[in-house]
T-cell receptor
Framework: QQQVKQSPQSLIVQKGGISIINCAYE??????FPWYQQFPGKGPALLIA?????SEKKEGRFTISFNKSAKQFSLHIMDSQPGDSATYFC?????????????FGKGTLLTVNP | GAVVSQHPSRVICKSGTSVKIECRSL??????MFWYRQFPKKSLMLMAT?????????EQGVEKDKFLINHASLTLSTLTVTSAHPEDSSFYIC???????????FGQGTRLTVV
């Protein structure tokens, strides 16, 4: 049973456009939702994260929108650049602090064309 | 920022041999370390969780005798793939947390190829 569903599987965006990746979860005990960026042959790196007590968090060109009632969250990349081309994973976990066990979505391969 | 280093980054071994992958936290003490496996163009699959000084907790379906995990110190965890076979070829990634920060930090991964 996949607890975090991510879509689309792949996404092609023109430079300067907005990239939108969506995730939905089932476990209402999840209370921390990070997004990771992974380049080929590298480990994932934390991009931005949100807790369910806020509906939006913005860091530079990256914004997470969170809809607790719908159990959905999304990543928006504004002014997308070719350097943003990577695989993006949403994730979720139960509990804060030192509970680091993550449930990952299946990933979205983003290609930003110049 | 916190740095987690994996070694080697790439390894090729012959079928039937064992290979060890190291995961080190360079600037913090890692109370908990995780080992993931990732197939090409797929998501990360958690294999096991290890806490310093105790036995690792393996996820369902992961063979503990095949994937030996040791977390002997607060800065080092090792994953040994025993009697490796071509189907064990994969990208292995570790992450480490210090119990204080919200995030666990990922290593750069190890590409294992069994020939």
């Amino acid at each position: 049973q996949q607890q975090v569903k991510q879509s689309p599987q792949s996404l092609i965006v023109q430079k300067g456009g907005i990239s939108i990746i969506n995730c939905a979860y089932e476990n209402t005990a999840f209370d921390y939702f990070p997004w990771y960026q992974q380049f080929p042959g590298k480990g994932p790196a934390l991009l931005i994260a949100i807790r369910p007590d806020v509906s939006e968090k913005k860091e530079g060109r990256f914004t997470i929108s969170f809809n607790k009632s719908a159990k959905q969250f999304s990543l928006h990349i504004m002014d997308s650049q070719p350097g943003d081309s990577a695989t993006y994973f949403c994730a979720a976990r139960v509990g804060g602090g030192s509970n680091y066990k993550l449930t990952f979505g299946k990933g979205t391969l983003l290609t930003v064309n110049p | 920022g916190a740095v987690v280093s994996q070694h080697p980054s790439r390894v090729i071994c012959k079928s039937g041999t064992s290979v060890k992958i190291e995961c080190r936290s360079l600037d913090f003490q890692a109370t908990t370390m995780f080992w993931y496996r990732q197939f090409p163009k797929k998501s990360l699959m958690l294999m096991a969780t290890s806490n310093e000084g105790s036995k690792a907790t393996y996820e369902q379906g992961v063979e503990k005798d095949k994937f030996l995990i040791n977390h002997a110190s607060l800065t080092l965890s090792t994953l040994t793939v025993t009697s490796a076979h071509p189907e064990d070829s994969s990208f292995y990634i570790c992450s480490a947390g210090d119990g204080l920060n919200t995030e666990a930090f990922f290593g750069q991964g190890t590409r294992l190829t069994v020939v």
